[in-house]
């Protein structure tokens, strides 16, 4: 009797899913996981990171629809609110746990948890895969140790290997053992939503979202929509699905593909694949880096200024900065948990170098309002603006008065989000700690 795990991450969905379709063929019987510590708290900004409402409401569309999807192939979707490294062992000492599955996460947290359950379980038969990526680890053309340095050389060389195409859906899961922990319980699908959010996480949600845009002629013209600050069809919006898993990389590559044999490809349909593999290019990097993605000097090594002013990066994070467009878009930010690439590189460059705050305090920030977090595009961006990262050029400040120009020249997104309301003097504080008298 073989019994399988499947452990989920950021990989909620049950279509194009590698690892149920393993376990489908080799295990008698299967239990399926999902392990969040955060779960109970995500409500509350309790520290710099946690995931906001919005995020927390967009992770629980997913888990009902994962679990919903589960159902229908006969199986149930287990939660537990431990950390995966606390609860799975007590699920293998408690069953007789043959194999376990699961996709390669990027992060070093997640990684570091999968490396200690094959360390402290040598009996069980760990099966890892590349389900949340467009390529797996054996495709690379070099050892990840030598990932190059810069996104540039990295497109060149995986430009013209071929995606793997989406696996057919599973028809049905094995059934699964009796099994009775504390720790564990089958998640409880909420009823269904009467609101309307532009942003609903889940499989069904983002399949709508992959074929209507798809629908339409959007792709011909992204290459040059794609900068815009605003306007939901200026660029594809798969972010948020792509980043809880909800879809892959390799569905969208292969409705881009069908787009292309249809429409014919011009070099903006090819730029939705090169802008998913920047996200690949983030994926491997944080693969090959772990925890020095967090770090302040970065991959580079590179001394930084870590200077924290904390009013200056309290009015940044609610938009009451001098410049206000980047007010605009971190208001943006904090009523949709969405910004454009655009914005996200101009509220970077702004906090750290108009406003000389450590870097790391902006991306702990967009981790806990982003819907679309994603731990390797998130903290590779950032190092890239601070010239900590694989930036060949060293860093990114934009003049923040030209980008207005240029992307903004009426300010319509400005006045959309109120960005030019903040107060007149950005420090109250000088830099001895005496009070600055406001400006008369
Ligand atoms: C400071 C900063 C932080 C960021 N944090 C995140 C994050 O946490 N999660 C995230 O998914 N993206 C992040 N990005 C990248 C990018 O801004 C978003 O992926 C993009 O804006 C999402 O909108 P879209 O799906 O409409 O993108 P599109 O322009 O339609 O691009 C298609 C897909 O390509 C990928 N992509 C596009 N640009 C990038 C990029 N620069 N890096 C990595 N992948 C990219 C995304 O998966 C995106 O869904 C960040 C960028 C910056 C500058």
Redesign the pocket.
């Known amino acids: 009797m073989s019994i399988g795990v499947v452990w989920f991450g950021n990989d909620l969905r049950t279509a194009d899913q590698v690892m149920l379709w393993h376990a489908m063929r080799e295990v008698d019987q299967l239990i399926c996981v999902y392990c969040d510590p955060l779960l109970p708290q995500h409500s509350a900004l309790n520290s710099l990171s946690s995931p906001s409402p919005k995020r927390d409401r967009f992770l629980r569309d997913g888990l009902d629809e994962l679990a919903l999807n589960l159902q229908a192939l006969g199986q149930t979707l287990w939660v537990t609110q431990k950390h995966a490294q606390v609860a799975l062992p007590v699920l293998f000492n408690e069953l007789p746990i043959t194999h376990v599955y699961r996709n390669h996460h990027a992060g070093w947290y997640e990684q570091q948890a999968l490396n200690q359950i094959t360390f402290d379980f040598p009996d069980i038969q760990i099966k890892q895969f590349y389900g949340l990526g467009l390529f797996a680890q054996s495709q690379l053309p070099f050892a990840l140790a030598e990932l190059p340095d810069s996104f540039s050389k990295f497109r060149k060389m995986m430009e013209t290997i071929e995606v793997t195409a989406p696996l057919p859906d599973a028809a049905q899961l094995p059934p699964m053992p009796a099994f009775s922990l504390p720790d564990f319980s089958p998640w409880q699908v909420r009823p269904a939503k009467t609101e309307q959010a532009r942003f609903n996480g889940g499989e069904r949600a983002a399949l709508t979202q992959l074929s209507d845009y798809f629908a339409t002629d959007l792709p011909s013209t ?1 290459k040059a929509t ?1 900068n815009e600050l605003d306007g939901w069809e ?7 699905w ?2 809880q898993g909800s879809i892959s ?1 390799r569905q ?1 590559k292969a409705c881009l593909e069908v787009y292309e044999g249809d429409h014919g490809a011009n070099e903006s349909s090819y730029w ?1 694949f090169f ?2 593999l ?2 690949e ?2 994926h491997w990097y944080a693969s090959r880096y772990g925890k020095r993605l967090f770090a302040a000097n970065g991959i580079q090594q590179r001394t930084t200024q870590r200077s924290f002013y904390p009013e200056r990066f309290r009015k940044w994070c609610y938009g009451n900065t001098p410049y206000p467009i980047v007010n605009a878009c971190m208001k943006q930010l904090n009523e949709t948990g ?4 655009r914005g ?2 101009l ?2 460059s702004c906090l750290i170098y108009d406003l000389g705050v450590d870097w790391r305090y ?2 702990a920030y ?2 806990s309002q ?1 819907l ?7 903290w ?3 190092q ?2 601070a010239g900590v990262g694989a930036d060949p050029r060293g860093g990114r400040h934009f003049n923040l008065e030209k980008q207005t120009q240029q992307y903004d020249p009426e300010h319509h997104f400005i006045e959309k989000w109120y960005g030019h309301q903040f107060d007149e003097q950005l420090d109250s504080m000088d830099a001895a700690d005496w009070p600055i008298s406001p400006k008369p």
């Open positions: 992204y794609r200026n660029s594809t919006k798969f972010s948020p792509l980043a990389a969208i939705i802008e998913l920047w996200r290019y983030f969405f910004m454009s690439n996200r590189q509220a970077a902006g991306a967009f981790e982003l679309d977090y994603d731990v390797a595009s998130n590779g961006n950032w890239y603006i």
